[in-house]
């Protein structure tokens, strides 16, 4: 499996291997990676697939994407990884060994609509399956090339703690975070400011994630730099993270679709098999586009809906085909969607274009000079509506109202993102079609939010008692490519 950039011809690009993708990040060119071809999934193995544990599944699919690391050693990780031991969360103690498991809230309008429960990690959100993994594949890509990584990420807020708890204490691995200055909630600003380990650093900007991800991207876009301090990144622009979450879509898929039943299909073709839609919300577009690849392989999905909340750059993309980048974005109550520039649409676009390079990199140099580009032509709308991705957005007193309903109505508390996905949800659901919302992070992330809507506080594992109580170590700093440069400068010579 050979990895090319997004933003240039294939015969003039030297293809990566999956572990250099790895360590690349983003691609000198400013594209994104993505494997020259989506492997395709078969009856057969779906049927087999079906009642494997999460671990042996995600290793299945990561042997189709990573053919230039043994196949024991990939089964390795993957069990390494995905353990009841560093998914301890689960709202039922006996089901943390399935890792995700899939909780029918009930039945509307004729469609079971149920929550995947993603947040079950060291971090209490989603973002815990594909960095736990990741964390493991840095540490052994870096021994096997006896190389150092200074990994520089952005987060709006889950990102961060999630990437910090995979790498704390990694051989060969320091970490430099940057996030939005008071702009995550306070729970989510303890969990990585409070962590001690010395490979990991956090800087608060002076702005909102975008500036905190256009100077991942300008700092990673410095080759000489990038070159002398061996800088990668953790976000979602790294394929490893998107790979990672294609997993989750599949086990949720057979969370509804029982085992036994996938098993009397193997001879089926797969336009037959019963299909599932999921509702995903949505910032920076990674998550979604896990979805996509899931989908692009083979898994029956009937609908990706693509859930925002009042930062509605993708809902308003998919419902018009206009990408328009924000001036301003806006602080919300569902923060970690707080995104004006979604990233990993660029590897969606690029499929809705054929895969044309060159067109993909006009597109984008359009965002840079003129703010967004316009696919709303009858040929490029028509493209982009039949990769079967729909969208909704949802505001503040929407996402209160869904929490109160929840609650109410089937005894659950659902964090404020999750609340945007199941608003989201219930605009498409359709009888008969099972409706999966991804759960995002468990609700004490968000108790403000919480609070506000219920009058009382969500549960908190013990793990995180008075998290926010402990000291915090954080560098404040404008938002300044240098400024950030010459604090990786220093600390990586220090």
């Known amino acids: 499996m050979r990895y090319f950039s997004t933003r240039t011809p294939v015969h003039e690009q030297v293809p990566l291997t999956f572990s250099q993708s790895v360590l690349a990040g983003l691609a000198q060119d400013g594209g994104l990676y993505l494997p020259e071809a989506y492997p395709q999934v078969t009856s057969e193995e779906l049927s087999q697939w079906a009642s494997l544990s999460y671990a042996e599944l995600a290793y299945r699919i990561f042997a189709k994407f990573c053919d230039d690391i043994p196949v024991q050693d990939i089964a390795a990780l993957a069990q390494r990884t995905y353990t009841a031991s560093r998914y301890p969360h689960a ?6 060994a399935h890792i995700t498991p899939l909780t029918l809230l009930g039945v509307e309008q004729g469609s079971a609509i149920s929550l995947l429960e993603l947040s079950n990690g060291p971090t209490l959100a989603f973002k815990d399956l594909a960095m736990q993994f990741l964390g493991e594949v840095f540490e052994y890509v870096l021994e096997k090339t006896g190389s150092k990584l200074n990994i520089l990420g952005a987060t709006s807020g889950d990102t961060g703690s999630a990437a910090e708890y995979a790498m704390r204490g990694k051989q060969g691995v320091r970490v430099f975070m940057l996030s939005p200055h008071q702009k995550m909630s306070a729970f989510q600003a303890a969990q990585m400011y409070s962590l001690q380990e010395k490979n990991i650093f956090n800087i608060a900007l002076e702005g909102v994630f975008d500036d905190a991800q256009d100077i991942v991207k300008a700092v990673s876009s410095d080759h000489a730099f990038k070159a002398r301090y061996a800088i990668g990144t953790v976000n979602s622009i790294n394929w490893v993270r998107v790979l990672a979450q294609v997993v989750y879509y599949f086990k949720g898929y057979f969370s509804a679709i029982s085992a036994p039943a996938c098993a009397a299909l193997s001879d ?5 098999w019963p299909k599932v839609s999921f509702s995903v919300p949505s910032g920076n577009f990674g998550n979604v586009c896990a979805g996509h690849i899931a989908k692009s392989m083979g898994l029956p999905i009937q609908k990706l809906i693509v859930a925002t909340n009042e930062n509605d750059v993708l809902d308003e993309f998919f419902k018009t085909g206009k990408y328009r980048v924000r001036k301003q974005t806006q602080s919300t109550s569902s923060p ?11 590897r969606f676009i690029f499929d809705v274009v054929g895969r044309d390079a060159p067109r993909l990199r006009a597109l984008f140099e359009k965002v840079s000079t003129e703010g967004g580009f316009d696919l709303s032509s009858n040929i490029d ?4 509506s039949s990769w079967g991705l729909v969208s909704n957005g949802s505001q503040h007193a929407q996402r209160i109202a869904t929490i109160r309903d929840v609650y109410a109505r089937y005894h659950r508390i659902i964090d404020p993102h999750t609340a945007d996905g199941l608003i989201a949800a219930r605009n498409y659901v359709e009888p008969g079609i099972p409706m999966i919302v991804l759960e995002t992070a468990q609700p004490i992330k968000f108790n403000e939010v919480i609070q506000e809507a219920l009058g009382f506080s969500a549960p908190r594992p013990a793990a995180f008692e008075h998290i926010e109580t402990l000291p915090q170590y954080v560098e404040r700093m404008p938002v300044e490519v240098q400024a950030v440069k010459d604090y990786i400068a220093q600390h990586v010579q220090g």
């Open 268 to 272: 089926a073709p797969l336009s037959t």
């Open 336 to 346: 970690s969607m707080d995104i004006s520039k979604a990233s990993n649409i660029e």
């Open 381 to 384: 709308f028509a493209a982009l």
């Open 91 to 96: 709202r039922d103690p006996q089901m943390a």
